[in-house]
Nanobody, 125 residues
């Protein structure tokens, strides 16, 4: 059974930093596509940062480039999101997502997504 557990959210002042963690069980973070999303009240969930499959080429939303960094620790089976120079507009619930290729009962491959429960990040003075 796949589980993704986020932690590290909280209240931080503008300009501050936080590091979010996504601890995975039931899959290997180094072998699947791992990413961070966020969703603010009244808005759609959006991609913040992510890896495609097992490579370490990361992509970032334009709004966080240069401030956020996604890191994958295969030994701990954990993905991190380092967030620096935080702004009030970064306030959201942050979610970890894993996408793994699986085989259905018809022996057809498909992409299955798994989500964590989310962690709240609030940037405010």
């Amino acid at each position: 059974q796949v589980q993704l557990v986020e932690s590290g959210g909280g209240l931080v002042q503008p300009g501050g930093s936080l590091r979010l963690s996504c601890a995975a069980s039931g899959l290997t973070v180094g072998s699947v596509a791992m990413s961070w999303y966020r969703q603010a009240p009244g808005k759609e969930r959006e991609l913040v940062a992510g890896f495609t499959d097992g490579n370490n080429m990361a992509n970032y939303a334009d709004s966080v480039k240069g401030r956020f960094s996604i890191v994958r620790d295969n030994a701990k089976n954990t993905v991190y999101l380092q967030m620096n120079s935080l702004k009030p507009e970064d306030t959201s619930v942050y979610y970890c997502k894993a996408v793994r290729t699986e085989i259905n009962i018809f022996y057809r491959s498909y992409e299955r997504a798994y989500w964590g429960q989310g962690t709240q990040v609030t940037v405010s003075s």
